[in-house]
């Protein structure tokens, strides 16, 4: 963004250059990943520097979900039916996220948003040993600011459970961070930030649902699908579907992140909404083969007509709707 205030489009055209190199080696989009990993460590033990450099700043948004199903090995015989059953005993089935390229001003340190990609790890039919050693490969191979949705108190503890099941390693996890933050800091938002805890102040206040974050803003939601669908899908054999539905949660929660940031002053206007529109041109050109994000933009342009998904003047007065219009009429820019 210039200092006259206008929203750059093209930087949103500009995502494939900006992607950073992942590790070397089979990653969470390789079909080529293994089932097994003899060591956590392919040199053997890990080296101090390797996560000490780590506390650098992140380069990119990881917004996370997962989907699970009950581990009928482990659930207790007595288990009641109406408790929801602990971490531990959720197997996971569907590990989905959006991943964002921060950019960072040279000048004053300010951050911009660039849409990477909206993925589900691995492919249909991965078992979860391999889905989580995939996973944590993808993790280590990057820097990420972990964004979550009740993460703390699901996604992470599940994550970190099975992997202890299949003896997994994920010491980045651990050991990346200082004395003063890192992962598993409750207030730590610059490493995870959970937008459910961060939005409710830490439990001061009644936590919302990730539907009711989403109506609050005007995003879609789940669009009919929820998680208690899950077993029976699986059971249908129908892990496409689910992995569609947990993409559809992340896409819901970057944008809630996105607008978190700027309620508390982490980012402005124009980061805000140029994140925005980058995340609907991603929607609009992947939609063609993807039917679930076309889904998503339509119902979010709908959504749009009573709560503006922008926060600038000139973006708030065109709305999705008018934002789609000039990318498709090739606009370099929208004035904000």
Not at 162 to 167: A, I, K
Not at 189 to 204: K, Q, R, Y
Not at 222 to 242: D, F, M, N, P, Q
């Amino acid at each position: 963004m210039s200092s006259t205030g206008v929203l750059r489009i093209s930087e949103a055209r500009g995502r494939a250059a900006s992607r950073r190199p992942f590790a070397e080696g089979p990653t969470l989009f390789d079909q080529g990943a293994p089932e097994r990993v003899d060591r956590a460590f392919p040199d053997g033990r890990p080296s101090a520097s390797r996560y000490t450099e780590a506390a650098s700043p992140h380069d990119a948004l990881l917004a996370l979900d997962i989907e699970t199903v009950v581990d009928t090995d482990l659930l207790p015989v007595d288990w009641p039916a109406d408790r929801f059953p602990k971490a531990a005993w959720h197997k996971v089935v569907a590990i989905s996220f959006v991943e964002a390229a921060i950019v960072r001003d040279p000048c004053d340190g300010t951050e911009r948003f660039r849409i990477r990609c909206c993925r589900s790890g691995g492919e249909p039919g991965w078992s979860e040993e391999r889905l989580l050693r995939a996973f944590w490969k993808h993790f280590e191979g990057g820097r990420f600011r972990i964004v979550s949705w009740n993460g703390r108190n699901f996604d992470i503890p599940t994550l970190l459970m099975r992997s202890l099941r299949h003896g997994i390693a994920a010491p980045a996890w651990f050991l990346r961070g200082t004395k003063w933050a890192g992962y598993g800091y409750r207030q730590a938002v610059d490493w995870h930030a959970d937008v459910m805890e961060a939005l409710s102040h830490f439990g001061a206040s009644s936590k919302l649902t990730l539907d009711e974050g989403a109506a609050l803003i005007g995003l879609p939601g789940k669009l009919g699908e929820h998680g208690s669908h899950v077993a029976a899908l699986i059971e249908a054999g129908e892990i496409g579907r689910v992995r569609d539905y947990c993409e559809t949660d992340t896409l819901n929660l970057v944008v809630l992140y996105y607008r978190w940031a700027y309620l508390t002053g982490r980012i402005n206007a124009d980061a805000h909404d140029g994140a925005v529109a980058d995340l609907m041109s991603y929607l609009k050109q992947e939609g063609f083969g993807r039917p679930h994000l076309a889904r998503f933009l339509d119902a979010w342009i709908l959504a749009s007509n009573d709560r503006s998904a922008f926060v600038g003047s000139e973006a708030r007065k065109r709305g999705v709707a008018g934002v789609l219009a000039a990318l498709d009429s090739g606009a370099d820019c929208v004035t904000h």
